[in-house]
């Protein structure tokens, strides 16, 4: 589930257990049966192994989903996740866990439901709709293509051998952690970190729809934050903690104050700048923007170093975390296709500088802490060091004007 291709799901032209396609419609002046038919097939994806819901693609004379008609803007805009997912959670307990994509294939918008199957239990019908969800239902998806109750045996026998897997894998992972717990612990989080990274990555590529030079930053406490934290606190925390200035080379006052909730996490994907931010609520936030041009001038980086190491000791102190150790990470990729003015190049695929500092330590000494992270990377690109020395006060005064 983590890893497909719209384009192959627009044209494959075959329903299955995991597919399903629907002609264009607008979720503003669907019916209620219609809406409660969409979330029929979402939850028996979820009860199943997970799966798409494309819609944009109808069906030819024969019956094949091969006309590829597309949807509107509108229709597009009208799938919002704040009101699709207050209908879905009004009738099916536990909360269905899916994303909402919109991509333009040949020139065509399409939209796209991803579920993932359930993780614990299997979600249930807790409020029915005329002729299409019936209360205390079960709701399956078969090899026909079809998404009915599960009312045979058999059915309902995999739905709790599912339940009792999924258990016995939690209580594995507790064990182990009870076991192994400093050393497991903290790789699988470094490793659910790294995930998580690399999927806000791929959906900013995906939506931007280009594969050039990327300037990345990434910040997360060594344990996660309070599960109090909900979106709201996070997004509330981003907008204090921006670094006001004219031309910011980071985060701009406008761009944080943008966001929306998103599968745990507050995100911002700018349609008018190239950029896009992502704070989850365990702590890590991401912020990505592309390099319009390969070259990039040292000054620049030293601003992007600078206003970030800010952000970061701002945002844990807003979050209360001034004695907790950070890791704060900048990196560029492809870096082999950069070039730091005059003619500074690499051979590296990517270049990456780490630190680990507390909160406190990064708003004292933001100045040196911003400069070594933009030594590391100069040093990657084989800059001398009296021109990284420079720019050494030049973070300070940059600072310190602000």
């Known amino acids: 589930m983590r890893s497909y291709d719209f384009a192959e799901l627009v ?18 002046t669907m019916t209620r049966q219609e809406k409660g038919k969409i979330v029929r097939h979402l939850t028996a994806f979820a009860n199943t192994r997970g799966g798409f819901l494309v819609i944009g693609v109808s069906e030819d004379v024969s019956g094949v989903p091969s006309l590829y008609t597309g949807v509107s803007e509108e229709q597009a805009g009208s ?62 998806r078969t090899a026909e293509a079809s998404s009915r109750p599960a009312r045979r045996a058999h059915e309902m026998q995999e739905l709790l051998r599912r339940c009792m897997r999924n258990e016995r894998e939690q209580l594995g992972r507790i064990l182990r952690g009870i076991l192994y717990e400093t050393r497991q612990s903290a790789a699988g989080e470094k490793s659910r970190l790294s995930d998580q990274i690399l999927d806000a990555e791929r959906y900013f590529r995906h939506r931007r729809n280009r594969n050039g030079i990327c300037l990345k930053f990434a910040m997360y406490p060594d344990r996660a934050l309070n599960s109090a934290s909900t979106p709201a606190d996070l997004h509330e925390a981003v907008k204090k903690s921006v670094f006001p200035c004219s031309k910011p080379e980071f985060l701009s006052q406008n761009a944080a104050a943008g966001g929306q909730a998103a599968n745990g996490s507050v995100r911002f994907l700018s349609v ?47 979050l209360n975390l001034s004695e ?11 870096a082999d296709e950069a070039v730091i003015e005059p003619d500074y190049r690499t051979g590296e695929k990517e270049v990456a500088a780490e630190i680990r500092r507390s909160a406190a330590d990064l708003i004292s000494g933001q100045e040196q802490h911003a400069a070594r992270l933009l030594r590391r990377i100069g040093e990657q690109f084989q800059l001398p060091d009296k021109q990284l020395d420079h720019f050494h006060s030049a973070i300070s005064t940059f600072l310190e004007c602000r």
Request: proline share 6%.
């Open 79 to 140: 799938f919002d996740p704040t009101p699709v997912g207050d209908f879905i959670n009004a009738h099916i307990e536990p909360a269905l866990d899916y994303t909402i994509e919109r991509p333009l294939i040949d020139g065509k918008r399409y939209v796209i439901f991803v579920v993932k199957p359930f993780k614990q239990l299997p979600h249930v019908c807790s409020r029915g709709v005329e002729n299409e969800l019936q209360e205390g239902i079960f709701y399956i």
């Open 324 to 334: 907790e150790l950070l890791t704060l990470k900048i990196s560029l990729s492809p």
């Open 272 to 318: 008018e700048q190239p950029l896009m931010w992502q704070f989850f609520d365990n702590g890590l936030f991401c912020f990505f923007r592309d390099v319009e041009s390969n070259r990039i001038t040292l000054e620049n980086l030293a601003r992007f170093c600078a206003e970030s190491t800010r952000f970061a000791g701002k945002l844990a102190q807003n």
């Open 11 to 28: 044209y494959r032209k075959v329903e299955s257990d995991e597919l399903d396609y629907k002609s264009a419609m607008s979720w503003r």
